[in-house]
């Protein structure tokens, strides 16, 4: 039996345990043979959750994969997995398609996801009734379910969306669940508290959700993190409410700190590359650092930062096997990171990103307050990162050190960041404005 109605369909995803929900209205060429258009950017990649991205370099469309955690939604409200559902990020239109949806699965959606012949067609490729929805779990899982044109479901999506009722996200409509509070309100509301609150002393939450105590200088983050109950994530995955919390006090921000795949560093390690490239600092320390702007030869490393594969005119991605390398003195990759895997990395962790300041006061521990406006960046996608780097604005700031270098028993820290100015944010979203708390 079908669902009878959207608040019907709404209840029964959210008893599967999702948080999320958003919607495609389809059109004839969204089918199991074309693919459903899921955008003719990257955005998609921040609502979808997905699997490690995988570069398919052969063929005549070079490409980048993802895999899905994906079942359909029958009529009786039990789940039917489709395995081999993924995403497909072509970088040379650029668009994302979904696909592989139902090859695999015992769920079958007869006529309705079939290719219509192009002589055939009646709605010349626009909306044609049929409306996809994607239900978003917290544990990565996507739930979907396909109304038929002319439903009930399809009828008050179209009359709804008609109204402006549901907020756009690219070519997907966001379905409120319930009547609770935007995402972005709850967060600026946590946030006014915080403020409000006064000095806080530096804190951290660890694994167990427990607010101990954190006496190093550098808390502003960590503070803020457990001040809105979020436990220490290596995942690289979004930290309140699927925004990304980034505390700053100075004129610059990190915005990622993901460890080079390729070069000389992606093949043998950390140690082995400051114990290569990097300067004796004293006390036998061993250093790799220095500001790397792209295309400029950097005095403290002698080393250039590069876009390889990347048109920085068409702001394409052109070669799916290229990334951003550094290049030493003979002109050898000494560091690099491929595109599949700072793809999943922006993906994943700025969909929607808090920038909020902070004034420090020293002492054992520190204390921080935290200030107004914060600084709200949403709908970015990655060729607006690989834009900033081209232009000098991110610059690559590493720290990595072995520490007793000359003895067996030496030690190594990796710090591998790119790091922009607060004043250059906004050249990363679409949409970026400063929030008063």
Known sequence: ???????????????????????????????????????????????????????????????????????????????????HAQLILYPDYPEVRLSGFLRGSDFSLGEHMRPVPADSRKHFNSTDGRVLFFGVTPNKKIIAHLAIARSAIANEVARRASADEFQLEGVLLHIPLGKSKSTRTQLLTKLREIRAAGWHISCRMNKHGEIIAYAAQNGGGYTLEALLGIKPNSDAAPDFLGWEIKAYGSGKVTLMTPEP????????????????????????????????????????????????????????????????????????????????????????????????????????????????????????????YLSALQNGLIVYDPGSKVMNASKSNS???????????????ASLYKKFEPADI
Not at 265 to 293: C, N, P, Q, S
Not at 341 to 361: D, F, Q, R, T
């Open 1 to 83: 039996m079908a669902f009878e109605s959207l608040d019907e369909l709404l209840r029964c995803f959210h008893d599967h345990g999702a948080t999320r929900i958003l919607a495609k209205r389809l059109a004839e060429n969204d089918n199991s043979k074309q693919q459903i258009y899921l955008g003719g950017s990257f955005e998609v990649l921040q609502l979808l959750p997905h699997e490690s991205i995988k570069t398919e370099s052969l063929g005549k469309r070079p490409n980048f994969k993802a895999a899905l955690n994906f079942s359909w939604l029958r009529d009786d409200a039990t789940l039917a997995p489709a395995p």
């Open 261 to 384: 795949d390729v070069g000389f560093y992606g093949e043998k390690g950390v140690k082995e590359f400051v114990r290569k490239y990097g300067h004796d600092a004293g006390g036998d320390v061993l250093y790799f650092t220095g500001i790397h702007r792209a295309g400029s030869i950097c005095e403290a490393s002698g080393q250039t930062l590069m876009l390889s594969g990347y048109d920085h005119q068409k702001q394409k991605i052109v070669d799916v096997l290229g990334g951003i390398h550094l290049i030493d003195r003979r002109g050898n990759v000494s560091a690099g990171w491929s595109f599949e895997g700072l793809i999943a990395h922006w993906s994943k962790k700025h969909a929607a990103a808090a920038y909020v300041p902070y004034e420090k006061e020293s002492g054992a521990p520190p204390k921080y307050q935290y200030q107004s406006p914060v600084l709200l960046g949403e709908e970015t996608e990655f060729p607006l």
């Open 411 to 425: 030690t190594v820290k990796a710090r591998s960041q790119f790091r922009i100015p607060v004043r250059r944010l």
